[in-house]
């Protein structure tokens, strides 16, 4: 049980759990290749690809879009219902926030700003003369950087992993939610689902009350 008197963490999973749909695909739809990159994102998903050769595999069909895309991307990014209410309830009550991502930083890091959340793990795109190269810098954000990322938020906040909680969809976020006290499946693939302590749908805050936290949709 998540303790109400010591410190806490939550890792948030960004593509299709903080937001509405994968950032990947949005860049992808400027390309031409949304259909192709849709189809790998999928099945990556759902756990039929290893993570990083797929992350690669998509991001060089990225190839030469011009950076101001991420702009235009960033701007039409809405996040899920009861997202909002959801960090802001945590963070009311003293608990740290992380956004771990297999994602971009570049997506990332904006909307960690604007939630007020300093914690972000995510993959940087490489860029050369203001265009995307199709490749990431840096070590891949794949499930085990992911639980990494969790236990280092718990460690730097002093918090036990027992007193830490995990949300995400895909299956790219199974060992975050292995390794936390309370892994929450949301809007999940089925083998997210079937890992994960608890499953919620439609709204963020509906995790409110699995963490003994005030709020949710029905309040």
Do not use: Y
Not at 37 to 44: D, L, M, N, P
Not at 60 to 75: F, I, K, N, W
Not at 76 to 85: H, K, M, T
Not at 155 to 171: F, N
């Amino acid at each position: 049980m998540i303790s109400a008197d010591r410190p806490r963490v939550l890792v948030l999973d960004v593509d299709s759990t903080l937001v509405d749909g994968e950032v990947i695909e949005m860049l992808a739809a400027h390309a031409g290749a949304l259909d192709e990159v849709a189809a790998v994102t999928e099945s990556a998903m759902r756990g039929e690809l290893d993570f990083a050769a797929s992350l690669h595999a998509r991001v060089a069909l990225l190839a030469g879009l011009p950076v101001s895309v991420l702009g235009t991307v960033l701007a039409g990014i809405r996040l899920n219902p009861g997202a909002v209410e959801l960090v802001e309830a945590v963070q009311r009550a003293g608990w740290r926030i992380g956004l771990v991502s297999g994602g971009f930083l570049e997506v990332v890091e904006p909307l960690a700003a604007r939630l007020g959340i300093d914690f972000v793990r995510a993959n940087r795109l490489e860029v050369e003369g203001g265009h995307l190269t199709g490749r990431v810098t840096g070590a891949v954000i794949d499930r085990a950087a992911k639980a990494a990322a969790l236990r280092e938020l718990a460690a730097a906040h002093g918090a036990a992993m027992a007193d830490s909680v995990a949300i995400g969809d895909g299956a790219n976020d199974l060992d975050m939610i292995d390794a936390a006290g309370l892994g929450i499946a949301f809007n999940a693939k089925p083998v997210v689902a079937a890992r994960a302590a608890a499953a919620i749908h439609g709204r963020l805050d509906a995790a409110l009350p699995l963490l003994g936290l005030p709020g949710g949709p029905e309040d």
